[in-house]
């Protein structure tokens, strides 16, 4: 398995010109959404939306809020749903945002490299 952080930056969808200082994240395929401190999203003015539930990798149940925001990193971009992390929450780049950025993880070189999109079909009638 391979472990490696990226600087993920936060950017209100808003008020595009409010973003983050970047934040070491833990690049993590196994978690759904990306995980962000809570008191960084609101000093970018990134409000809460809903309550998700969750359930970690040792069974514990939690709820934490969830927001909207611009997420970014080593030239990726996109807009997705972002977990306002509490105290002893890990900071985390899920796998959505990843998706998202039309990226994958290299496990070798510790980074994310740009994927080529499929299309269904184009021009087929």
Request: overall charge negative; charged content about 20%.
């Amino acid at each position: 398995m391979s472990m490696f952080r990226l600087p993920l930056r936060a950017t209100n969808p808003k008020r595009e010109e409010m973003v983050s200082p970047p934040v070491e994240a833990l690049v993590d395929t196994g978690s759904e959404l990306s995980w962000l401190p809570g008191d960084v999203l609101t000093s970018v003015g990134i409000t809460p939306r809903r309550t998700k539930h969750f359930v970690t990798a040792t069974g514990q149940r939690l709820s934490r809020q969830i927001g909207y925001a611009i997420l970014s990193t080593d030239g990726f971009e996109t807009n997705d749903e972002v977990v306002f992390a509490e105290p002893g929450d890990m900071t985390l780049l899920g796998v959505r945002t990843i998706e998202g950025f039309g990226a994958f993880v290299d496990p070798l070189s510790h980074r994310l490299v740009a994927s080529t999109s499929i299309v269904a079909a184009v021009g087929c009638l």
